[in-house]
């Protein structure tokens, strides 16, 4: 018979009152907390609007063909149009980065989603040219008037070694909703482009609402040496005045006019070789895939690297992919290509926004947050101007060669510009 002494003596010691036995970590949750743990509550709502947002991102992609098609427009007439909406995203993020720094980054947020909602509405029952441009003109400020704000808030809401991985979180989210999006807006087209446009604004609509209701406002408090009013001084002219943030934008937009090729010039090229669009479409999606599935995995150990160097090396990969591109014939040779510049993306992409968080003064960080928008709406419109341009003129022969030597120019100022970058925010990640 086993006495109470003996009983005792083989007891676990948590049974006795010790503090049991540490049990090691399993390599999953380690893994999930070194690349999620840590973020405030605010951060992962902002991330979770920003999911829902993009997922309703359904009119963009075929709002060519819906003004052919459903609108009766000529291709010159839908062009016009078109046009009028990259304009008003330009304005957009310069509206966006000064309001998010004068008013709030809260009531930006509110006035950019929930307005896009109703603009996305207007834009969907508008008959006419002018209706059109007119809708079209007021979505594109709209639409792109959160960035900023956003942008601005994680950096409020972060600190700065946590930056990189935050936006790199966000990076993921904005594809994975893209990918879900673009999924589905292919079979809900044949409903009628009418659901296209509801979704897309109520997405809009529930980001605004989760920020209404759950999201507080994160802007610094103003600086008690600030302008006679109480506000603090500053505005987009101090910002131009930053030359390494103006070296770095332009950098910026050189590189995205490089990257746009994929999404406007790509699918000509494509039917030199005699290619259609279902081509291109499961060869563009590979973007997606490789977005989704890889970044996890590296954005972690990418934020701790050396940003600026990071940055250099994403372009430089993103320039060789983009280059390859000139000997691709066949499906499979394209689609290796997009494999190799998609990893340059991710790599890009894990730094970029926290170089423009790092630089930027705590006041001021709406209006560089603008001005780095800039460098992607301007980039975006300019992308198959040139693009088409070159492709015209050459081919692909032409178009891919050069376009891969000008993503090479953006690494090598990138790569001049690395000094700089990491003395300005050296601090900020400290």
Not at 259 to 288: C, D, F, S
């Amino acid at each position: 018979m086993t006495t109470l002494d003996e009983s005792l003596e083989d007891a676990p010691l948590a049974a006795v009152g010790q503090a049991p036995l540490a049990v090691p970590p399993t390599r999953l949750p380690a893994f999930l907390a070194s690349r999620i743990g840590g973020l405030p509550r605010a951060f992962w709502l902002l991330w979770t609007g920003s999911l829902v947002n993009r997922l309703g991102t359904m009119v963009e992609p075929f709002l060519g063909l819906y003004l052919t098609t459903a609108r009766g427009l000529s291709l010159g007439q839908a062009g016009a149009v078109m046009a009028v909406l990259g304009a008003g995203s330009l304005a957009g993020q310069f509206l966006g980065g000064t309001l998010a720094d004068r008013v709030g980054r809260r009531r930006t947020l509110l006035l950019s989603t929930l307005g896009t909602g109703v603009a996305m509405l207007a834009l969907g029952y508008a008959r006419g040219l002018v209706p059109l441009i007119a809708a079209a003109g007021l979505l594109g400020v709209l639409m792109d008037m959160y960035r900023p704000a956003s942008q601005a808030m994680v950096a409020d809401l972060v600190p700065g070694a946590d930056r990189a991985r935050a936006f790199g979180l966000n990076f993921w989210a904005v594809n994975l909703g893209w990918a879900v999006a673009m999924a589905s807006a292919g079979a809900l087209a044949h409903t009628g482009f009418t659901t296209l446009f509801w979704i897309d604004a109520a997405t809009a609509a529930a980001f605004g609402t989760l920020v209404w209701r759950a999201v507080p406002e994160t802007r610094p408090k103003r600086p008690a040496d600030g302008t006679a009013d109480g506000g603090p001084r500053g505005g987009f002219l101090d910002v131009l005045r930053d030359r390494v943030m103006v070296g770095f934008t332009l950098t910026v937009g050189l590189y995205v006019f490089v990257l746009m090729q994929v999404m406007t010039t790509m699918p000509m090229a494509m039917r030199e070789h005699g290619l259609g669009a279902g081509t291109y479409g499961w060869v563009i999606a590979l973007n997606g895939v490789v977005i989704i599935t890889v970044q996890p995995l590296v954005n972690t150990w990418l934020a701790r690297r050396d940003h600026a160097l990071v940055l250099a090396t994403g372009m430089a990969v993103v320039a060789v992919g983009i280059g390859f591109t000139a000997l691709a014939t066949r499906p499979w040779q394209y689609a290796a290509a997009v494999v190799v510049w998609s990893l340059g993306e991710i790599v890009g992409a894990a730094v970029l926004q926290a170089i423009v968080a790092g630089l930027a003064p705590e006041h001021l960080r709406g209006r560089y947050s603008g001005l780095y928008g800039l460098a992607w709406s301007g980039g975006f419109m300019l992308a198959p101007l040139g693009g088409t341009q070159l492709l015209g003129l050459g081919g692909s022969a032409l178009m891919w060669p050069v376009c891969g030597a000008l993503g090479l120019v953006a690494a090598g100022v990138q790569l001049a510009l690395g000094p700089a970058i990491r003395r300005r925010t050296a601090v900020e990640r400290s």
